[in-house]
Nanobody
Framework: QVQLVESGGGLVQAGGSLRLSCAVS????????MGWFRQAPGKEREFVAA????????IYADSVKGRFTASRDNAKNTVYLQMNSLNPEDTAVYYC????????????????????WGQGTQVTVSS
């Protein structure tokens, strides 16, 4: 059973930064594509970023490109999301997700593409 546990959320002022972490249990972490999604109240869950099993060339939603950076440490079974220049529109519950990767990372940009999910961590950006 694969378990994902996010941490690092909190309250930050506009323009500030947060770093989210997602620890993944199990021995197959290096075979998983990892995704970050977010869901604001009353809105659908949306794609934020994805990173391939090898860690190369993360992809991002246009709304976060240039501000957010996804990375992973396969030795620690952990994926990260560094979020800079935060604004109130970034307020949401952030989720990490995992799926065994069998193709291009561009195949993994929808919630339905992932098998495993964390419980989410709240990020609130005040103006």
């Amino acid at each position: 059973q694969v378990q994902l546990v996010e941490s690092g959320g909190g309250l930050v002022q506009a323009g500030g930064s947060l770093r989210l972490s997602c620890a993944v249990s199990g021995r197959s972490f290096s075979t998983y594509a990892m995704g970050w999604f977010r869901q604001a109240p009353g809105k659908e869950r949306e794609f934020v970023a994805a990173i391939s099993s090898s860690g190369g060339s993360p992809i991002y939603a246009d709304s976060v490109k240039g501000r957010f950076t996804a990375s992973r440490d396969n030795a620690k079974n952990t994926v990260y999301l560094q979020m800079n220049s935060l604004n109130p529109e970034d307020t949401a519950v952030y989720y990490c997700a995992a799926v065994r990767q069998i193709g291009s990372i561009y195949m993994y940009t929808r919630p339905g593409d992932y098998n495993y999910w964390g419980q989410g961590t709240q990020v609130t950006v005040s103006s």
